[in-house]
Every structure is written in C-alpha cells, then in structure tokens.
T-cell receptor, first 115, second 115 residues
C-alpha cells in the first residue's frame, strides 16, 4: 500500500464546478508536490511546498490553487477548469531536506475528467 | 539545461527474456542524481533506485540491475528473466545540484511482458 494517500481516486467535474483534490502523508516528510500527468506523457511538476510554504509554482494557471494546511496535508483546489485539464494528478512527498535529490513517494493519483 | 532521453517508447518481450531499458541524460552540474521509477497501470509511481554522480558502481537488486556510465552519460536498467508483473511504464529521472526540488523526467518506456 502506498504511504501517500490521495482522494478521490476518480473525479468528473463540469467546467463551472469547484472541487478539491486531497493528499495526505504520515511519513514526517516536509516537502510535498503536485504533478499533472497526461496520457502517455511523463509527470509534469505543478507545485512544491517545502516546510508548508509554496516554494515552486511552475506557472500553473490560477484555476488551480494549492493549499498546505499542515505538514501532512496537501490540497489542490480546482475552479473553472477546461477539458484539456483532464489528466492524472499525482501527489508526492519527500523528506524535504535535500530537495529532489531524495526519492519521491507518490500517491496513486486522482484521475480527473473535465466535461 | 537538463534533459533525460529514453529513446525506447515501447518494448514488448516474452516472459523470462532479459530486457534493457536505456536512459541517456544531459546536465552541466558536477553533482547530480539519477532515478528510475516504475508506473504500473494502477498509476502510482514507485521509486526503484537513486544514484549520485560520484558513485558509478553498478547495482543489482534481485532481477533488477543498473549500469551507470558517466563517460556515455547513460544509466541503463536491465530486468533479468522478466515476468508479467514487470509490465509497466518505466521513467528515468534526473535532479541537479543546488537542492532544487525539480526532477526532470524522461518520456518513459512502456514495457509489456507477455506470458
């Protein structure tokens, strides 16, 4: 079983909906990541939180809004998405002290479909 | 700029065959880290191995082995006596020095092991 838990596993939403993706880890990791993965493509980094502060935003559109309420939780708030935002959204964590030099622990992802 | 190239898009083998997945990287950093991740159909990326640029020792873990050669900027992955459960997409990834949280992924190689 993965140590990074993502909910929901599947989400279908309309372009006017507001929804949130959730991610939780209890490994004491201090860095958490959101990745987006389109079919047959590698994961693309969206956001990084390090010690609960946003450290990287890869020029992601504002319709995606991350939030890190505490060191164990990471949310991704979605609003007014477009059909091209349909993808697998992966959350990951790492110890945080070595950046991406540490292996990332990934969750199973949320498969998002925007209709 | 950092880049990872996995030239093999898809590989199909029969069970018990050996298979090698190629990975070539580009970086100007003197210290860097290389990774392999496995992504089965369930979606979760599973960490397999990390190598730093100062450690060129090859590594073997069960049926898996890795050949790191700085002279050719390659970090190839071999599965010996492949099994159906090895079917997945395999990603090679690179992280540079400086503590950046950004991991650069290759495009992935889809391995299908047929019974």
């Amino acid at each position: 079983d993965t140590e990074v838990t993502q909910t929901p596993k599947h989400l279908v939403m309309g372009m006017t909906n507001k929804k949130s993706l959730k991610c939780e880890q209890h490994m004491g990791h201090r860095a958490m990541y959101w990745y987006k993965q389109k079919a047959k493509k590698p994961p693309e980094l969206m956001f990084v939180y390090s010690y609960e502060k946003l450290s990287i935003n890869e020029s992601v559109p504002s319709r995606f809004s991350p939030e890190c309420p505490n060191s164990s939780l990471l949310n991704l708030h979605l609003h007014a998405l477009q059909p091209e935002d349909s993808a697998l959204y992966l959350c990951a964590s790492s110890p945080g002290v070595q950046g991406a030099r540490s292996p990332l622990h990934f969750g199973n992802g949320t498969r998002l479909t925007v209709t | 700029a950092q880049k990872v190239t996995q030239a093999q898009t898809e590989i199909s083998v029969v069970e018990k065959e050996d298979v090698t997945l190629d990975c070539v990287y580009e970086t100007r950093d003197t210290t860097y880290y290389l990774f392999w991740y496995k992504q089965p159909p369930s979606g979760e990326l599973v960490f397999l191995i990390r190598r730093n640029s100062f450690d060129e020792q090859n590594e073997i873990s069960g049926r898996y082995s890795w050949n790191f050669q700085k002279s050719t900027s390659s970090f190839n992955f071999t599965i010996t006596a492949s099994q159906v459960v090895d079917s997945a997409v395999y990603f090679c990834a690179l992280s540079g020095q400086g503590g950046s949280e950004k991991l650069v992924f290759g495009k992935g190689t889809k391995l299908t092991v047929n019974p």
